[in-house]
């Protein structure tokens, strides 16, 4: 038994067939196949189901799968350890962000940290947040930017900073004669969203909850995967939508106008650095922690929840 062979197990259960298997591996089928009989004749069960479409894994597959995965992850493990034992920070590093931070929050560090740490291999993805925890209790990703607090007992969170939330309206609308909105004088028929799926969503129709059970009246139902076309909407002249801190500080100064607060309580979300509470990474981990924080907006990193309304996304 060899570790390819059992990445190629892997490959197959992922792939549920062959060919796409032997792609993702960068070897050709037959390669891969013969490796995999090998195995199964050796373990002297049969892993896949071949007369399955997809290819299934069998039963007695089934444990063969979650052994190599735990015996894969160990190996990535014990590089990954070597690296760390290393006085100069170094190796692969696997971060994934929600979608209403990576615009803002990316370009803040990545260059930064790429100039400080050159050998670093930082693969950046962007993810909702349901599929962060997932890959990072499957030690698919390292680390996570996203909103919390997560109530996952596996993952540790590194509160970064607090950011807080923003009404953006239309130039005619009634708010645009006030300095401070209360949050139950919101309309949920007045509010553009983002759409299902986003925490940020989630977390708006929480400041909305006192508001939230009232008729849909608004004749266009119309949800946004990002805050652009949310502030293209409001800037045509139709209700309003909640934007967060670094959203605000991009606007043109014109525009900065519409931006209204919310009145105390004021709803904030805590941003944070999550990861395994296993993870061996810690000097990238620590150096990743540093350089973000080095370059948010002191206004963000000095502020605290006192007085504030932390909006949590469950």
Known sequence: ???????????????????RAAQSCFVTQPTLSMQLQKLEEELQITIFDRSKNPI???SDGEVVVEQAK????EHKKLYSIVEE?????????????IPTLSPFIIPMFAKSFNENYPKVNLHIT????????????DDEIDAGLLVTPLHEKTIRERKLYYEPFYLFVAENHPFSNKKL????????????LLNKGNCFRDQVLRICSKTKDKNLTNPIDFESGNFETLKNMVLSGSGYTVLPHMAIQQLPEKQ???VRRFATPAPIR?????????????????????????????????MDADGQQVIEIT
């Not at 990445?7 to 062959?18: G, I, N, R, S, T």
């Not at 735990?70 to 992850?73: A, G, P, Q, T």
């Not at 290393?86 to 962000?97: D, M, N, T, Y």
């Not at 962007?126 to 209790?137: F, G």
């Open 1 to 19: 038994m060899t570790l390819t062979q059992l990445e190629y197990v892997l490959a197959v259960h992922e792939h549920q067939h062959f060919g």
């Open 56 to 58: 299934q894994v069998t």
């Open 70 to 73: 735990k015996i894969i992850l």
């Open 85 to 97: 034992s290393k006085s100069e920070i170094q190796g692969s590093f696997r971060l994934a962000v």
């Open 126 to 137: 962007e993810s909702k947040t349901e599929d962060i925890i997932r890959m990072l209790k």
């Open 181 to 192: 909105v209360k949050e139950d004088e919101l309309d949920i028929n007045e509010i553009w």
């Open 256 to 258: 900065k106008d519409l």
């Open 270 to 302: 805590e941003v944070s650095l999550a990861h395994k509470k296993d993870c061996v990474k810690q000097k990238i981990l620590n150096a990743l922690e540093e350089e973000i924080l080095a370059n948010v907006p002191d206004d963000l990193r000095q």
